[in-house]
Structures are given as structure tokens and as C-alpha cells.
């Protein structure tokens, strides 16, 4: 590790407190507040685009290391509109889904991969007939969105994350917070 590097990372630790009891965390409270701005702003971008599929999240709820497990939950509830020949068709939706954080260094963000579907529920008086399809596209709007937008980023205006980013940093799934630790 090169000196500077070195200088970085005890300087991280320093200002993070003694990093092996209390690396710099994200709360599953800090998560929620993310997903629902950067669901919100997806659809606004989809709408933008002309998409028929518009998406309103009522309630985010993330669960991190459920089971001891290296995973993310999130209990999604809201609408899915459906804008059709000028006529807008909204349905309820909730979803389970679990995918796995992962740390990009370079874009200095945590993203969901590998999602995956654990269960869904959809309710409409006005919709009948198979789900499954309203539920595979839902799933699959979700999945390209959180594969490409990051649920978590650091800011480059707070000190002490603009260093966490400069070092090679991971981060490690903990129940209740993501840590970020030094990179093996």
C-alpha cells in the first residue's frame, strides 16, 4: 500500500472512531429514504420517455442480513399505473425482493444485484386475469432499475466519505447497516 494510501486510510479510521467496532455505516433507515427518491425519480425519467408503466412507492421497508445472511429484503407497497389509450389503469402492488449489495469503487456507490422475487401480491377491482404477467414486468422494471442506479452514494461533500472513497473500500453486510471495511 503506498504511503499516502496508507495516510488515507488511518485518517478514515480516525475519523470514523476505531474502525474494527465502528466502521462508517448505512442504516436500513438511510436505504428506505434512498430507494423511494430513486424509485421516484426513475419513473419520472420513464414517464419523461414516453413509458406507459408509471410506479408510485407508498411504503419502502429494507431488511439488511436477514438469517446472518449476506442479502438485502425490501417490502415494496405502492401503485402501478398502466397508461393506456388515455386511460390510466392503477393497481396495487406489493413486492418482496432480495438482491445483494455491492460496492462500486469507482462510481463510489452501492448497488442490488442478483434480485431476486420472494413474493408479490397485486389487488385491483378493476383488473382480472393473470397477475403473473402485471408482476413479471414489474419485477423487471425493478430489476433494471436497481441494477443500473445505486441505492446508496457517497458524498463527495462530506469529509470523511470523500476519504472513504479515496481508499479501497468494501462493504460487508451486518444485521440492521451496511459497514464499509478495507478492501481485502
Known sequence: MSH??????????????CASLSP????????????????????????RA???LSVALDDADVTLGPDGRDVAVLDLAGQVSVNVLMTRLPVDIVLKVEGAPVYDSEEKAI?????????????????RGDLKPVTDNVMRVLATMLENTPVYRLDENDLGQR??????????????RLEFVPAE
Not at 25 to 47: C, K, Y
Open 163 to 176: 476519504l472513504f472513497g479515496m481508499v479501497p473500500m468494501d462493504i460487508r453486510v451486518a444485521p440492521g
Open 24 to 47: 462508517y455505516s448505512i442504516s436500513e433507515s438511510t436505504l428506505e429514504s434512498r430507494l423511494q427518491t430513486v424509485i421516484a425519480d426513475f419513473d419520472r425519467q420513464q414517464l
Open 50 to 52: 414516453g413509458s406507459p
Open 111 to 127: 448497488y442490488l444485484r442478483r434480485l431476486q422475487l420472494l413474493d408479490s401480491r397485486i389487488e385491483s377491482p378493476m383488473f
Open 4 to 17: 499516502l494510501r496508507h495516510l488515507t486510510l488511518v485518517a478514515v479510521l480516525a475519523l470514523s472512531g
